[in-house]
């Protein structure tokens, strides 16, 4: 790697196939890879290597995640397994985790890119990039993954604490009943004190501010769009029935978009 970077200088990475469990190395899995339980040695030994990137077909993705961002290691994911829960999982390591890229395996073999979750992800994706570059790294980007085993999380952003649920947990979606919830997930983005993006599906987001519990949070204005050429482009100021009367930030399972909204507080 090396001596290619002396003719290419380009960041170079080895992806590893995870371990597998209850499988002996060798023969149920390749051993000698990149795996969590060797990392020091390659990192020691392969100066050279930028970043060790997981492939990730497990369901429990938190779990290998974490273990591949220890030691200042980027996360990036080259493969993954594509299922309902791929688009959420977008939202969830790129935010989280701040990482470099999620990639499903086989989205080539997607017919209509425009008309798949997947899709719809990679579109929000792309509009926020500038925001989430221009963030990257400071505390100001979080991201999270939910379903019917974890249908809520918390995050914190300065002197907020964001409660964030599958939308599923209101009770409004038909899907709500269902045994099994399509994951929901999303990015979320502080621009400002008060200001913030969320990009997503799925979810809902009620606030407390964490110094002043006696203080009330509310939601000052809430409006959809687009960035368009890198310009943000409101579509539509929403409203009372938008947000349950200033109660919550609300996107549906089925809706993919981006809301960019403000917080005020009160007694």
Same mark, same amino acid.
């Given at each position: 790697?090396?001596?290619?970077?002396?003719?290419?200088?380009?960041?170079?990475?080895?992806?590893?196939?995870?371990?597998?469990?209850?499988?002996?190395?060798?023969?149920?899995?390749?051993?000698?890879?990149?795996?969590?339980?060797?990392?020091?040695?390659?990192?020691?030994?392969?100066?050279?290597?930028?970043?060790?990137?997981?492939?990730?077909?497990?369901?429990?993705?938190?779990?290998?995640?974490?273990?591949?961002?220890?030691?200042?290691?980027?996360?990036?994911?080259?493969?993954?397994?594509?299922?309902?829960?791929?688009?959420?999982?977008?939202?969830?390591?790129?935010?989280?985790?701040?990482?470099?890229?999620?990639?499903?395996?086989?989205?080539?073999?997607?017919?209509?890119?425009?008309?798949?979750?997947?899709?719809?992800?990679?579109?929000?994706?792309?509009? *926020? /990039?500038?925001?989430?570059? =221009?963030?990257?790294?400071?505390?100001?980007?979080? $991201?999270? !993954?939910?379903?019917? #085993?974890?249908?809520?999380?918390?995050?914190?952003?300065?002197?907020?604490?964001?409660?964030?649920?599958?939308?599923?947990?209101?009770?409004?979606?038909?899907?709500?009943?269902?045994?099994?919830?399509?994951?929901?997930?999303?990015?979320?983005?502080?621009?400002?004190?008060?200001?913030?993006?969320?990009?997503?599906?799925? *979810? /809902?987001?009620?606030?407390? =501010?964490?110094?002043?519990?006696?203080?009330?949070? $509310?939601? !000052?204005?809430?409006? #959809?769009?687009?960035?368009?050429?890198?310009?943000?482009?409101?579509?539509?100021?929403?409203?009372?029935?938008?947000?349950?009367?200033?109660?919550?930030?609300?996107?549906?399972?089925?809706?993919?978009?981006?809301?960019?909204?403000?917080?005020?507080?009160?007694?």
């Amino acid at each position: 790697m090396e001596s290619g970077k002396k003719i290419y200088p380009l960041p170079m990475f080895v992806n590893a196939a995870l371990n597998r469990p209850n499988r002996k190395p060798g023969k149920g899995y390749p051993s000698a890879g990149p795996l969590p339980h060797i990392m020091d040695i390659w990192i020691a030994g392969g100066p050279s290597i930028d970043f060790l990137a997981p492939d990730i077909y497990f369901p429990n993705i938190k779990h290998w995640c974490d273990l591949y961002t220890r030691q200042n290691n980027p996360l990036f994911i080259p493969e993954a397994g594509w299922d309902s829960s791929a688009s959420a999982k977008v939202f969830f390591t790129l935010g989280h985790y701040e990482s470099l890229g999620y990639s499903p395996f086989s989205i080539e073999s997607i017919t209509d890119p425009s008309e798949n979750d997947l899709g719809k992800a990679y579109d929000l994706v792309t509009q *926020i /990039t500038p925001l989430m570059t =221009k963030y990257h790294g400071q505390g100001r980007i979080d $991201g999270v !993954l939910l379903d019917k #085993e974890n249908q809520e999380t918390k995050l914190t952003f300065d002197q907020y604490e964001f409660t964030v649920k599958h939308s599923h947990t209101l009770g409004w979606e038909k899907e709500a009943g269902d045994e099994y919830w399509v994951p929901g997930g999303a990015i979320i983005i502080q621009t400002d004190d008060k200001e913030f993006f969320v990009a997503g599906s799925g *979810i /809902t987001i009620t606030f407390k =501010k964490l110094d002043e519990p006696d203080i009330r949070v $509310g939601i !000052l204005k809430t409006d #959809e769009g687009k960035f368009i050429d890198n310009n943000w482009k409101v579509i539509r100021h929403l409203n009372g029935d938008q947000t349950h009367q200033g109660r919550h930030i609300r996107i549906f399972r089925h809706s993919f978009a981006i809301q960019r909204f403000e917080l005020y507080e009160y007694k």
